[in-house]
Every structure is written in structure tokens, then in C-alpha cells.
């Protein structure tokens, strides 16, 4: 593959934003700095930011739920994300109590294998007793060191009970791995009520982190608390960091964008997340915890449905299904509403979009850097373009986008991944079965 090299644009990494060309060979990165190189092919950047690759470290393809399954397969999903400059991220495996991890994960690569996105994988712990340990480790193997647990949802099956959950996080220490926590008190919520504010209240949040935080402590398990929604899941995340808990916490684009009120609209069934959309305070508290430096990353959990999924259950919210598009908005929506309002600095937006996570689940240094020796994963964005958001514009399979009509400033106009450009000017050139499985790097 020949050398090419970017220059005449703005490189930002977490630490530095500034001038630089970027010098690419053989799919990876070889040198920021001053232009150089005379056999190299040349593009121009000008006017540009030149960004790492973001990670979008939950998203949920495929996924069944309430009786029908995410709109987005592994193909259309990916696809989304290249477009809006996510060029690796972290799905699921699909848990089952008669099903062993290692082979939830097998089934899941074949599954993930049209990706036109480079991918990793989350080991969803449903069932798993601790007679099962060495299955964790026969997924470290494999290349997998992230486990998800729930603590809600036991009408599903899908919750694991505290006592297990310290099992678990014993020997997700010993191989150096995370435990992921959905952390919502399971006694404090009513399903049938649906996924909402009233029937999720944010004091559940609050004390399933409590509880995780004081497991993390004891075992001294790195844990990542996913989907932050509001100022008391923040305050106990808070509690237990200080309490010296290996523990750190993720957020989400629609808690920093909407609130509640949504809700009160005719329309406001399609909103159906969880944990829900909380008060306006909430939504500040997270921006400010942002500000401050206080979470790890800012993923979607991205887990998109149509109108058509979602219509029937209006008026019978238990059955509603619950998740909302985003992987192809993240990084727009975090420059716009951070970035250019002043929210956040460049640094930050790449700190938690693409160090962040890649450091909290075994990608770095190979994804979610610029630096020599990573993957060449750049995304090109125009800080000064505006545009509205609308559904039928964006490539997620869904006709509802939660920030329909939202003016944003920001947009990106190329992708590379390893060294190849996948998207360009509004056009997905990546092949199906492009993307790769990239393991936990030791």
C-alpha cells in the first residue's frame, strides 16, 4: 500500500490541537508531525480537524428485544457508524443460561462478520453461576475481557444477584478484565410501568452504583458503569471512586441532549429508553461531570427500532421496546452541543470518544489514537458546516431520530480505516465483511 499522507488540516488528540500532516503506511500510522515525504500520495485538509477513529463502546446490533429485534443488523449498523466517523465498536453477545460464554462469542463473530467496521465484543452474563470461572477464561483466550451484567430486568431472567456478581468480578480481576455494570436497583423498579422516569426512578441508579462500587472495592475489579443518566448515579460513582473502587463511568448523548419532557409528546412513546430520559438538572449535571473530567467515556447504546416497533405499544409501556439511534450522531452531536457551545474542549471530545473507551476495554494503542504504530483510523470533519439532523439523511435503519430538526454545526466528510478511506463526501465505499474483530490488547 502506498504512503499517504494528510496535511494542510488541524490534528487533535487528547493532549495537543494543532497544524500537522499525518503520514500513513500500510494501514497504519507511521508519523505526526511536520510535512514531509516526497513519494507519498497527498491529501489535502485544509480547513479541516483530522480526529482519531471513535469508539463507540456500547451498541447493540441485532439485538432481540420484546419480541422483535434492533433495527440495525451488523451491516446497516456499521455502515451508520462509518458514516458518522466511528470506525471501531463494542457490541454484545446474545446470553443464555444453557449457552456456555465461549460459545455465545463464537456465535456472535459469525453474526458480526459483514461489519464493514472494525469490532469488538462485550461477554453478556446471563445465567452464569460461578461453578462456570473457567468459561471467563476461555474467553480471555479468545480475546475478550469485558463482561456485562444487569442488575435489573429479573422478570427477564437477565439480572445477576450481587453474591454472584462478587464471583464474577474476582476472576474478571484475575485475568485483567471489566466487569460492565446496567446498574439499576431491581427492587426499585416497576417493569410493567414501562421505561420511564416514574417507573425507573433515578434512586435506583443511585444505589445499584452504591452497591457495585463497595464489589469493586472489595475485589478490586476495573468495572465501568455504562449509561450514566443522572446527578445521583453521578454522586455514587463519586462515592465509591473516593472510596478507592477501580470504577469509572460512561454516558450517553440523549441524557446530555433531552429530558423528560419528551415524554409529555404524542410521540413520546418512541423516546422508550433505558435508563430514561431524566430532569433537566440531570442533563446538566452530566455536561458539568464532563467538563470536570469525572466519566470515562460517551458512548450511544445505540439500539434502534422503527416507528413500526414501537407504534403498537403506546398504550401498553411494558411491552414497549426500549433504545434510541445514535452511532452515526455521536460525534457531531458531541461537537456541536459540547464543542462549539463550550462545553468541552477538542481534547475532551476525542478523550472521550475515542481514547477514553478504547483504554477502558483492551483497544489502545492500537485504536482511538493518533499516535506512530496505531491503526490508521482518521475521521475528517468540518468544524464549520451546518446542517439539520433529519431521519430519512442519516444511514441508521430507522425512520425516528430522537434530534429530528436539530441544527447542528459539524460534519464529517471522510473516514480512513487502516489506511483506507471507507467513507468519503456522503458515500460508504467499505465492503461488507470489510471490518475485523480486534482482540483485548494484552
Excluded at 513519494?39 to 420484546?66: Q, T, Y
Amino acid at each position: 500500500m502506498a504512503e499517504l499522507i494528510l496535511e494542510g488540516g488541524t490534528v487533535v488528540t487528547r493532549r495537543r490541537v494543532g497544524p500537522a500532516a499525518v503520514r500513513i503506511r500500510d494501514g497504519r500510522i507511521v508519523r505526526v508531525g511536520p510535512r514531509g515525504g516526497r513519494r507519498a500520495r497527498r491529501e489535502n485538509a485544509k480547513g479541516l480537524l483530522i480526529l482519531p477513529g471513535a469508539v463507540d463502546a456500547h451498541v447493540h446490533f441485532a439485538l432481540p428485544v420484546a419480541g422483535t429485534r434492533s433495527a440495525d443488523d451488523f451491516l446497516s449498523g456499521s455502515q451508520a457508524a462509518l458514516a458518522g466517523g466511528v470506525t471501531t465498536f463494542v457490541d454484545f453477545t446474545v446470553g443464555r443460561p444453557d449457552l456456555a460464554l465461549p460459545e455465545a462469542v463464537e456465535a456472535r463473530l459469525k453474526e458480526a462478520q459483514p461489519s464493514v467496521a472494525d469490532y469488538a465484543l462485550h461477554v453478556e452474563m446471563i445465567g452464569w453461576t460461578p461453578e462456570r470461572a473457567k468459561e471467563i477464561r476461555a474467553c480471555a483466550e479468545l480475546g475478550l475481557r469485558s463482561f456485562k451484567f444487569y442488575l435489573a430486568y429479573s422478570d427477564s431472567g437477565r439480572r445477576t444477584d450481587l453474591r454472584t456478581l462478587r464471583a464474577a468480578m474476582e476472576t474478571i480481576r484475575e485475568i485483567g478484565g471489566v466487569a460492565m455494570v446496567h446498574a439499576e436497583a431491581d427492587e426499585l423498579v416497576e417493569p410493567k410501568k414501562g421505561p420511564f422516569p416514574w417507573a425507573r426512578p433515578a434512586a435506583s441508579e443511585e444505589t445499584a452504583i452504591l452497591e457495585v462500587g463497595v464489589l469493586a472495592r472489595e475485589t478490586g475489579c476495573s468495572t465501568y458503569i455504562a449509561h450514566i443518566s443522572s446527578a445521583l448515579g453521578l454522586g455514587a460513582l463519586r462515592w465509591a471512586q473516593r472510596q478507592g473502587a477501580p470504577i469509572v463511568g460512561e454516558t450517553c448523548p440523549h441524557y446530555l441532549l433531552l429530558d423528560q419532557s419528551v415524554y409529555e409528546r404524542p410521540d413520546g412513546h418512541l423516546f422508550s429508553v433505558t435508563p430514561p430520559l431524566r430532569e433537566p438538572r440531570d442533563r446538566e449535571a452530566l455536561w458539568e461531570a464532563l467538563r470536570r473530567g469525572l466519566l470515562r467515556a460517551v458512548a450511544t447504546d445505540h439500539c434502534p427500532f422503527s416507528r413500526a416497533q414501537k407504534d403498537p405499544y403506546r398504550d401498553e409501556p411494558g411491552r414497549l421496546p426500549s433504545g434510541l439511534p445514535g452511532v452515526e450522531t455521536l460525534l457531531v452531536l458531541l461537537h456541536s452541543e459540547g464543542v462549539a457551545k463550550g462545553r468541552l474542549t477538542l481534547g475532551q471530545l476525542v478523550g472521550y470518544a475515542c481514547e477514553g473507551p478504547a483504554r477502558a476495554f483492551g483497544l489502545w494503542p492500537r485504536k482511538g489514537t493518533l499516535r506512530p504504530g496505531a491503526d490508521a483510523d482518521l475521521v475528517l470533519l468540518d468544524p464549520k458546516a451546518r446542517w439539520t439532523l433529519r431521519a430519512q439523511n442519516l444511514h441508521m435503519n430507522t425512520d425516528f431520530s430522537p434530534y429530528e430538526g436539530l441544527e447542528v454545526q459539524g460534519r464529517v466528510v471522510g473516514v480512513l480505516s487502516r489506511g483506507e478511506w471507507v467513507y468519503r463526501d456522503g458515500e460508504i465505499l467499505a465492503q461488507p465483511g470489510r471490518g475485523q474483530f480486534i482482540p483485548w490488547q494484552s
